[in-house]
């Protein structure tokens, strides 16, 4: 079945131009030696010892990993239960309206996100006096909603592809409901939580908009330094932390990949 | 085991009524205040009054009236569905072939295209807006590319423009296109085009009157996808628009931040969400056939 027309080809090659060159373009800039992000002055790697040497960033940075660290491991555990529950308990009072609020995080714009979230926290401060203030809790948790539909729909959509003859055998075996779940379902969709675990992570690493909601002072997340400083001007150490975010998430995807092909390898042999 | 059961059920529900769905009604709630001068600022919906035990409700529409009497805050929502609309059209232009492409080769192939697709859609959103930036400007790659080949002799003005506002959509959003369309596509059956083929179709009558309908689901699930958040966006425009581009999100955006004026602003959020709640039902029932 060869359809592959030129037309096709030329068509799509242009699409996959247009993904890439902005990318190639940012990362061939990060090594210009030259101050000028459009000047080209050289191979150099002076901006890769900016960064590393620019406090700001570093801070921020360090701040994000331990936001997205917590939140992503927080949505997988929350996600993975709403996906399970969602693909494996049957019908129950509520479920269609738990099926449309785990999918509505993923379609629903930021800002409102974002503003009712703060909101939220700001109307839950003066009743309970919890959270008190803003800060890293109130982003974990802004991110740990967003990011749970998608660990959701990950879990679910594995959990559906996968049929149940291993369950209900482990059920004829005599297995309880919680040691069924823990021996025999977790294994099989762990590659599934490992890669929405994966993409909770750069989710949250990426969030400008809800974090810039709900942070407070002194609690910069890494895109809100980097919106301030590209909005003020253009500064070249961004290109050089692009390339390097770039290439941990290149290895993080390939991984995640291979995780799943070796799962699906394991299921049909 | 019942109270178990209900118990595994009920954690993501609570955590979702109290982040996500409670908010909703807390926006509602503070878009029927008034602004004040006050921590927070924002007349309280309750006055209690101590002296003979009554509580009164003050609810006022004069944010919604104001939303609805100032040409501004209507220019700027049917604009951001304009943007929002055109860009989702050119996402499926550029990503249906794409698509196809990816539905249509060998497995190997299709891990491989499938992840090239996914590649940019995990690294940063805001760096890839930020690229655009570089490459748009007055002496960036795109003018100097276009001067070089001799189809422009002065460099144009993109950036700062609605232009540089539907390449930045299109660009971002062009994976949630394209992941959905392949799912169909990858389901269609071959032997249908074949056989209208058989039966003497050119190509293009073939694509029409076959893969075009067959496709639907999907065509449906990306736009929706790409248009429901375009509409509020915030980041593209801001970085890549001109001070003219006009847009709902950040219209919310300096509405909360800059005038500090949190109940307008949530009026502004529950008119977006009204426009919008037709969309997102409609992508919700559609999610079951395409996803």
Aim: positive net charge; aromatic residues 12%; charged residues 10%.
């Amino acid at each position: 079945m060869k359809d592959h027309s030129l037309a096709l080809k030329l068509s799509a090659g242009f699409g996959f131009l247009f993904l890439y060159a902005p990318i190639v373009a940012l990362i061939i800039y990060s090594f210009n030696e030259s101050k000028l992000v459009t000047v080209w002055g050289g191979w150099s790697l002076k901006w890769y010892v900016e960064l590393f040497r620019n406090e700001q960033i570093m801070n921020a940075a360090w701040v994000s990993l331990k936001i997205a660290f917590i939140s992503a491991t927080l949505a997988s555990i929350l996600g993975t239960i709403a996906g399970f529950v969602l693909s494996r308990m049957g019908k129950f009072r509520g479920k269609t309206m738990m099926a449309g609020w785990v999918t509505a995080p993923l379609v629903m714009p930021e800002v409102i996100t974002g503003l009712s979230l703060l909101l939220l926290f700001v109307a839950m401060e003066s009743m309970f006096g919890w959270p008190a203030g803003r800060g890293m809790t109130t982003i974990v948790i802004a991110h740990t909603t967003f990011c749970l539909a998608y660990v959701a729909v990950v879990v679910q959509s594995r959990l559906s592809s996968m049929d149940e003859t291993l369950e209900e055998a482990a059920m004829d075996l005599g297995a309880k409901p919680v040691s069924l779940f823990f021996l025999i379902t977790l294994p099989l969709i762990a590659p599934a939580i490992l890669s929405g675990w994966l993409l909770s992570f750069t989710l949250s690493l990426d969030d400008l908009v809800i974090a810039s909601f709900v942070s407070g002072p002194g609690n910069s997340t890494l895109p809100m330094v980097i919106f301030s400083k590209v909005r003020l001007g253009v500064t070249p150490e961004i290109n050089a932390l692009a390339t390097l975010m770039i290439l941990v998430v290149s290895i993080a995807v390939i991984a995640a990949i291979f995780l799943m092909r070796r799962q699906n390898r394991f299921q049909n042999p | 085991m019942r109270l178990g059961r209900w118990f595994v059920i009920l954690m993501p529900m609570l955590w979702l009524a109290a982040f996500f769905f409670i908010p909703f009604l807390v926006v509602f709630k503070i878009s029927l205040s008034e602004a004040m001068i006050a921590v927070p600022p924002y007349s309280p919906l309750l006055e209690w009054d101590p002296s003979n035990a009554y509580a009164t409700l003050k609810v006022t529409f004069g944010n919604y009236l104001f939303l609805f009497e100032s040409r501004f805050y209507l220019d700027a929502y049917l604009s951001s569905l304009r943007i929002a609309a055109v860009s989702t059209f050119f996402t499926l232009i550029i990503g249906f072939p794409i698509a196809y492409l990816i539905a249509r080769s060998g497995p190997m192939a299709r891990t491989i295209l499938l992840s090239l697709v996914i590649l940019p859609f995990w690294t940063s959103f805001l760096l890839r807006v930020y690229a655009w930036m570089s490459l748009l400007k007055k002496n960036g790659l795109v003018n100097d590319t276009l001067m070089s080949l001799g189809l422009i002799d002065q460099p144009l003005q993109i950036l700062q423009t609605d232009v540089a506002v539907y390449i930045g959509i299109v660009y971002t959003y062009l994976p949630f296109m394209i992941l959905p369309l392949y799912t169909t596509l990858e389901k269609m059956d071959m032997s249908l085009i074949e056989a209208a083929k058989d039966l003497g179709a050119k190509p293009w009558r073939a694509f029409c009157s076959v893969t075009l309908p067959l496709a639907k689901p999907g065509i449906i699930a990306g736009c929706l996808l790409v248009f429901i958040p375009a509409v509020g966006e915030f980041v593209i425009p801001s970085l890549l628009g001109g001070s003219d581009t006009l847009m709902i999100g950040r219209v919310l955006w300096d509405e909360f931040f800059l005038n500090r004026d949190w109940p307008l602003a949530s009026a502004v959020a529950i008119i977006m969400l009204i426009v919008l709640v037709g969309p997102i039902m409609f992508m919700r029932n559609g999610n079951k056939e395409a996803m």
